[in-house]
């Protein structure tokens, strides 16, 4: 008998702000709980994991989602594949479809995909959008025309060029991460020996001879972003706002980061004596730690919300996790400044604005990367301008905030 009820497999959630949480049944069953996505709304993802040795090794297999697989199917699933496992069957080669040769179809080997990489997600709802992607556009585009029922080692140049060729033009960018996501799925079917043949999703030598090159036919769509010249008349208006959100784009305009990188800051990050900011890899979109320096003003803009809270920079109303995109857009919308095109500007194009500004006062190019937190030359080079930039840095971003609060 297991550890956990039918009911507490229901009700299950994340606490805090952890991203994901993970509760024993016992006799190696676990149950992964996600974060809902959209800042909990929405239905956790809960997903059915077994660990276990085979060969003296610990391993661990993705049995399903719950409740497409119940309580009582996760702990027969967990125990048959213990069996095979202590009789020297590799459970991650089960079989994985009602066929005889147990070959999967690309809609199971979506799901196995994503089981195996579930840690590799930094948020729920990346995964949610891996999944709807690929089930949209990959596995069920109209059942008979999609690869959900096509077993892997069935698919081949052809069907993946049909999937595609409806998007390709209108839907470029969704339709490079289609492929993409497509070639993962059937890299993990080569990897675990369901195919043989070559990727038929790979571009390079594959599809870019029967596909236009999307670079050519994107048009590609800027986040919107204030005029430069414009900044000081906004942080005005800025100035005399109060709340959370305000605080956000406070901070965002002054110094170029994204804004899920600036909600979810928390003190731990900051060295206020230094007036420096190093943001962790986990939290920074190339996956490396980003120190900033900090001018006065944006030292101002966190001195006002020290105490506040003990852990978040930027707490929500519950103060359980960090102040949403949505609260922080509304104000934004609010102020109603538009770019040069007329569209209402981004919280994330305040970069743009940083980098329009220090190329129009001569900043070295190099030096503006590393602000925006960009690669710049090779692993050597970037180890050398980590160190070397961080007061450079400081005195480009203080000229820029002083040109900003110029009016307030």
Known sequence: MG?????????????????????????????????????????????????????????????????????AEARLENERLRVEARNGKDPRRRKLTDEENGTPTFADAVDKYLAAKLDQFSNPKHRQQ????????????????????????????????????????TKTETATRVRG????????????????????????????????????????????????????DFWADLSNRDGMAAYVLRLVALTGTRSAEARAARWEEFDLKAGTWTIPAARMKARKDH?????????????????????????????????????????????GYTDDKGKPITTHGFRATLRTWMQEQGVEHDLGETILAHAVGNAATQAYTRSKMVERQREVLGRYATFATGKS
Not at 182 to 209: C, Q, S, Y
Not at 320 to 329: D, G, I, K, W
């Open 3 to 71: 550890l956990m009820t039918v009911k507490e497999v229901q009700t299950a959630k994340v606490e805090g702000s952890k991203k994901f949480k993970v509760i024993s049944d016992g006799n190696g069953l676990y149950l992964r709980v996600g974060r809902p996505p959209a800042q909990r709304r929405g239905e956790a993802s809960r997903y059915w994991v077994a660990k276990m040795m085979y060969k003296g090794r610990r391993i661990e297999v993705g049995l399903g989602r719950f409740p497409d697989l119940s309580l």
């Open 181 to 232: 996501r497509v070639e993962k799925v059937l890299d993990w079917a080569i990897t675990m020996k369901f195919r043989t043949e070559p990727n038929p999703a790979r571009w390079k030598g594959n599809l870019e001879h029967l596909l236009p090159n999307p670079t050519k036919i994107k048009n590609v769509e800027h986040h919107a972003a204030l005029p430069w010249k414009q900044l000081p």
């Open 291 to 335: 120190t900033l320096a900090l001018s006065g003003e944006a030292l101002a803009v966190l001195k006002d919300l020290r105490g506040l809270h003990p852990d978040l920079v930027f707490p929500g109303q519950s103060g359980r996790a960090p102040l949403s995109e949505a609260s922080v857009r509304k104000v934004l919308t609010g102020m």
């Open 130 to 169: 891996w999944e709807n992607t690929l089930k949209d556009y990959a596995v069920k585009p109209g059942k008979a025309t999609g690869l959900g029922r096509m077993k892997v080692d069935e698919i081949d140049t052809d069907d993946v060029c049909r999937i595609l060729k409806p998007i390709w033009k």
